[in-house]
């Protein structure tokens, strides 16, 4: 895909809030990692690692799996397909009304915005995901407790029949967490919002991503490869470009593919594998603030780091 479609493509689904609110509690993921600040749960068994494909005809996925640690591998097979998530709705909440809310934040317009981050409250938690392509696998890992799940693929979700899959997870829990050389948490800091990295962000390492914004503010984490010339002057110049709520300029900017998290509830964290190289990226957050509809980016939510 070529990097003005590529950019295109989240104009139409992560500028502005891909997904709403998040909702802290019981639902919250907190899987192991061996990073300082990352909380360690002991969970018995081995790794437990399942496939997500999306394909040119559709979502590949299990449909029932045991609670607890699971990692979820996902793989594209074709460009405009792979950005893979999992939510878990309210109890009663259908897919159609889960769709229906998501709809109403991805479409870049404040107002509609904080109506839907609203609404989202009693809708679902959103437990993350990864932005992949062709080629270039990810995985992410969280911790289910029995109940209804959704996996989807953003990239099709405006389709006419928009591929997703509902999971039941039901039994005996087991399973364990990726161990982890570093953690990203977005976080407010002096009321902005802001990434904070510790440990080492490695190519081919685990890292931990956790949303410890204030409740009801979503948080993704995408790590797009900055090539040597670009400076952070260059990237504040593009981010000023565009509209309040997420409108993207009609400049393409200095970014191409990345892969990376996809939207979290506050309070909820994951284990990404990611198929990141040594070298500068930047994180950044397409989201906006579910208060005021105001695009996060914008707001200096965005983290320049090594890769090492």
């Known amino acids: 895909m070529s990097r003005k479609k590529n950019l295109r493509a989240w104009t139409a689904l992560a500028v502005g809030a891909l997904l709403a609110t998040a909702v802290t509690g019981p639902a919250a993921a907190r899987p192991a990692g061996d990073v300082r600040g990352v909380s360690r749960v002991a969970e018995a068994g081995a790794q437990r690692t399942v496939d997500v494909t999306s394909t040119a005809t559709g979502l590949q996925a299990p449909a029932t799996l045991a609670p607890g640690t699971v990692t979820f591998r996902t793989t594209t097979t074709v460009d405009g397909s792979g950005w893979i998530g999992l939510a878990r709705p309210r109890p009663g909440v259908s897919w159609d009304r889960f769709r229906t809310t998501l709809l109403k934040i991805i479409n870049a317009d404040g107002p509609d915005i904080i109506e839907g981050s609203e609404q989202m409250r009693t809708t679902g938690v959103l437990l993350g995901g990864t932005v992949i392509y062709p080629d270039q696998p990810a995985s992410f890992t969280q911790r289910l407790r029995p109940g209804r799940y959704f996996l989807f693929d953003y990239k099709h979700i405006r389709d006419a029949q ?40 490695t190519a081919g390492r685990p890292l931990v991503f956790r949303n410890s914004m204030p409740e009801g503010q979503p948080a993704e984490a995408i790590f797009f490869p900055l090539e040597d010339h670009v400076t952070e002057e260059d990237l504040l110049a593009w981010f000023a470009e565009f509209g309040d709520s997420g409108q993207f300029p009609e400049d393409p900017g200095p970014l191409g593919e990345g892969p990376g ?25 397409w989201l906006s603030d579910a208060e005021d509809g105001r695009m996060l980016l914008k707001k200096g939510h965005y983290e320049i780091i090594q890769v090492h």
């Open 261 to 285: 998290g996809l939207p979290m509830s506050a309070g909820v964290s994951s284990v990404l594998q990611l198929p990141l190289t040594p070298g500068r990226y930047v994180i950044i957050d």
């Open 162 to 201: 928009p591929r997703h899959r509902t999971l039941t997870v039901s039994g005996t829990a087991d399973g364990t967490a990726p161990r982890a050389t570093a953690a990203v948490t977005a976080k407010l800091i002096d009321g902005r919002p802001r990434y904070e990295v510790t440990g080492t962000v």
